[in-house]
């Protein structure tokens, strides 16, 4: 069977949807399910060959370490290690957008392939009902990377998974768009924590819990995962950015008070800015290749994850 034959089914947002979820789940295929911040692809983290599966299906070009997901903080002992300045974090803002990268537990149940044979394995418990129930049900750790084809636009609707991966996978979960909009921050632990990748937990505000700034750490990086290379969550379209006005021929992507047919906040309020940037981002690649202009935004708070993501957007093609 060819890797696009599948009939992917669309899945409703209630018991049997989930019981059907779960299911497939367990049986090593591959499930898109919604989080706070985008839809994962998911599949059984214990299962080698549900796992292969996942970058298969996006057409990774590497085996690069994918996200576990759990259901509460309880699930972890069974594979990593949480303690110290891991554990105060977990503690603060778990269930939500955050990710751990923590030592493996010798001879855990994880496939080498989720830790990509590191000896570190990143896991999150997302603050999403539907996802909660999702993970219960399954029973087994669930290894999730956003579900898009490598290299492209991350989704933050059922729909966005289908344009992308129909025919690919078995299911995908609907829980309607996510809140967040853009991927969880990962802090890393080297033993002190580091930022790997901001995202939607501000890293102000993990600042603050610890009581200390931290450092962040991204390209040149001992990982080269796909979300810490360069062009990346990439439109089809060309990008410039921090653009006061449009150039003839361009399509404004606003911020604030400006004049635009898509304006990701007109009252310039960041969290909504987040949440709207990959929909946005959609919609612009749907309607057409002429380049993008796209207005500053401040880089504070959620402000950071958006010109992480926009950066790399515009960032030169490989
Ligand atoms: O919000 C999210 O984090 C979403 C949802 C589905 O949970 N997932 C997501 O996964 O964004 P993905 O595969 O697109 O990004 C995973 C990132 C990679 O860029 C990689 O750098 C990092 O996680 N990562 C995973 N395991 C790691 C490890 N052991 N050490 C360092 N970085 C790791
Ligand atoms: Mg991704």
Known sequence: MSADSLNTEILAADAAGVA??????????????PTETVYGLGADAT???AIAQIFEAKGRPHFNPLIVHVPSSDAIAEIAVLEGA???????????????????KPNGPLSALVSAG?????????????????????????????????GRISPSTAQHVLDGLSGRIAAVLDGG????????????????????????????????????????????????APGQLESHYA????????ADVELPGERLLGFGHVDAALNLSPSGDLVEAAANL?????????????????????????????????RRAAAPRG
């Not at 059907?20 to 399910?33: C, I, K, Q, T």
């Not at 891991?86 to 493996?104: E, M, R």
């Open 47 to 49: 299962n080698d060959h």
């Open 235 to 242: 439109p089809n379209a060309l990008m410039r950015l921090n």
């Open 278 to 310: 990959f929909r946005f981002l959609h919609q612009l690649d749907a309607d057409g290749d002429a380049p993008i202009a796209v207005s500053p935004i401040p880089d504070h708070g959620m402000g950071r994850a958006i010109n992480d993501r926009l």
């Open 20 to 33: 059907r979820a779960a299911e497939l789940l367990r049986a090593g295929a591959l499930v898109s399910f």
């Open 86 to 104: 891991a554990l105060d974090l977990a503690q603060a803002f778990w269930p939500g957008p955050l990710t751990l990268v923590l030592p493996l």
């Open 118 to 150: 590191l000896p570190t394995v990143a896991v999150r418990v997302p603050a999403h009902a539907l996802a909660h129930r999702l993970l219960e049900a399954a029973g087994v750790p669930i290894a999730a990377p956003s579900a898009n084809p490598s």
């Open 177 to 224: 768009p996510c809140d967040v909009g853009l991927e969880s921050t990962i802090v890393g632990l080297e033993p002190e924590p580091v930022l790997l990748r901001p995202g939607g937990l501000p890293v102000e505000a993990i600042e603050a819990a610890l009581g200390r700034t931290i450092e962040g750490r991204q390209t040149g990086a001992a990982v080269n």
